[in-house]
């Protein structure tokens, strides 16, 4: 398999040039008995040799890039300057048997479908799979079941008795076609994990520890912690597997990005997805739906003071089970709410990295009002680009891989990417202690409150329904942590006062 490495940074070495093009196209008859012109699909004229040290590497499983599309910057360094996007409608004369498919079959009535009979580039843009999954996730919401490639799937729930075997999942290799947008999302899904990403390690690890101890060291000056043996005494970290949860679950659905899906129908997608950014599983209601589930695993002693219970079924969004094959994840984001969360793995492991309050990531760009934030497009592309750059930077971000039976604590305000890196099946919550009230208060009561606050109908009333219901549970409780937090601000050092955080200042979201 090619390093990717001779994509992004090395001219295309070709072998045999001018053999190869001289390769001759073939004819082959169609189902009518005619003829029609059918290009012979290239083979890799690249050299392979061992990527030079900090290079990129391809997954063993990774497929032939689709049409042979090149990144834009091959073009520069290719000593042929043709390209075929150059030369527009007429440079393809002929059909393959998969475009004939499509347009007789699901394409009948669409424009894009003929004019790509007519046009390499069409051609390839209109098989482009993330488009297909656009419109799969839009038109069938989750009434669908995923047969291997979304473009198949729109197809099948269309048109039920059509032969998706006829289509093929790689059709015609276009020559001196170049694409970063086609190129990237592509190299993305099929590059492998670095080394580099994963090694380094630098999260506090505990284990047996105190609540004392915990909130002294870790809770109250909002500093991460990886703590082992939590989930020892879980039911779940011994039956949650695959066919524990289709039996349990039955024909229950599960939030999966912006659709609703059965786990039978999520599991046979997630065993057969290879793409950027896979469709993560992201139920808050799963106790609900199935109570056997909130049953088997119980809430770390850590965490059991959970301030926003007080306010009962009111209460915004606070716990999920959180299922997604490898490359899954969520990219850079603040937990809501300016809550705290803990995240426990039950199988699988997961890679974190963390960047206190007052340090935004690199790459990723907040909204002046905190509403929003744009980041890379996936997970993979922020390691690509931006991870290198922490290296060299005084305050570095923290990192580990958090495995089956641990459990990593968020502080709030904390930003965090999380990756998956084999099928993972994990449960999280968010809450509120005395230590984060105050925030949590002030975070709700912000003049965008509407805006910002997530998991509730309610957004404009929470705060003052919250602060009614804690001052009734717990008389006093306020005033003195505003008394505590006052006598603390006046001890610590004025550079440390001006870097707090205002926390959790955008909507909540995870990427598919």
């Not at 950014?277 to 770390?300: C, I, N, Q, S």
Request: some cysteine; overall charge positive.
């Amino acid at each position: 398999m090619l390093s990717c490495k001779r994509f992004l940074q090395k001219p295309i070495k070709r072998k045999n040039k001018k053999k190869q093009n001289k390769k001759k196209s073939r004819t082959t008859p169609n189902k009518n008995g005619s003829n029609f012109r059918k290009t012979q699909q290239p083979t890799h004229s690249f050299e392979e040799d061992e990527p030079e040290e900090g290079g990129f590497r391809l997954r063993t499983s990774a497929p032939s890039n689709n049409h042979g599309v090149q990144p834009l910057g091959n073009l520069f360094l290719s000593s042929n300057s043709h390209n075929s996007r150059d030369i527009g409608l007429g440079n393809l004369k002929v059909l393959t048997d998969e475009l004939v498919l499509e347009i007789l079959g699901f394409l009948d009535a669409n424009y894009l479908g003929i004019l790509a009979t007519v046009s390499k580039s069409l051609y390839v843009f209109s098989t482009h799979e993330p488009l297909w999954r656009d419109l799969v996730l839009e038109t069938l919401k989750g009434g669908f079941l995923y047969n291997g490639s979304w473009r198949k799937t729109c197809i099948a729930a269309h048109y039920p008795c059509f032969d998706n075997s006829k289509i093929g999942s790689c059709g015609l290799g276009i020559r001196d076609f170049y694409s970063d947008f086609l190129f990237q999302s592509w190299l993305c899904a099929n590059l492998e994990m670095k080394h580099e990403w994963l090694q380094r390690d630098n999260i506090p690890r505990r284990r047996g520890i105190s609540v004392e101890e915990f909130i002294k060291d870790f809770e109250e000056p909002n500093k991460p912690v990886l703590l082992e043996g939590c989930l020892d005494s879980w039911v779940a970290k011994d039956k949650w597997d695959k066919d524990y949860l289709i039996k349990s679950c039955g024909d229950v659905k599960f939030s999966v990005g912006p659709v609703e899906m059965k786990l039978e129908d999520y599991f046979r997608y997630s065993d057969l997805t290879r793409e950027e950014r896979p469709l993560y599983l992201f139920d808050p209601k799963f106790a609900e739906k199935v109570p056997t589930l909130g049953r088997e695993y119980e809430v770390p002693i850590y965490f059991r003071e959970d301030l926003f219970s007080v306010l009962g079924k009111e209460r915004p969004d606070y716990r999920w089970i959180i299922i997604g094959p490898a490359g899954s994840g969520s990219s850079f984001h603040i937990d809501p709410n300016s809550t705290s969360a803990w995240n426990a793995v039950i199988k699988g492991s997961k890679k974190w990295v963390l960047f206190p309050p007052e340090i935004v990531p690199p790459g990723v760009h907040p909204s002046p009002d905190g509403a929003e934030v744009a980041c890379p497009v996936s997970i993979i592309e922020w390691f690509m680009n931006f991870y290198g750059a922490t290296k060299d930077w005084r305050r570095r971000p923290i990192e580990c891989v958090c495995k089956a039976g641990e459990v990593l604590f968020v502080p709030n305000g904390w930003w965090h990417l999380v990756i998956n890196l084999e099928e993972s099946i994990a449960i999280t919550q968010n809450y509120v202690s005395r230590r984060n009230l105050l925030n949590v208060l002030e975070f709700l009561q912000k003049p965008n409150a509407s805006e910002l606050v997530s998991g509730t109908r309610d957004r404009v009333n929470l705060h003052n329904k919250f602060k009614e219901a804690i001052e009734f549970a717990f008389p006093g409780t306020i005033d003195q942590l505003v008394t505590k937090a006052e006598e603390m601000k006046k001890k610590r050092p004025f550079w440390e006062t001006v870097s707090d955080s205002n926390a959790g200042a955008f909507k909540f979201s995870f990427l598919g």
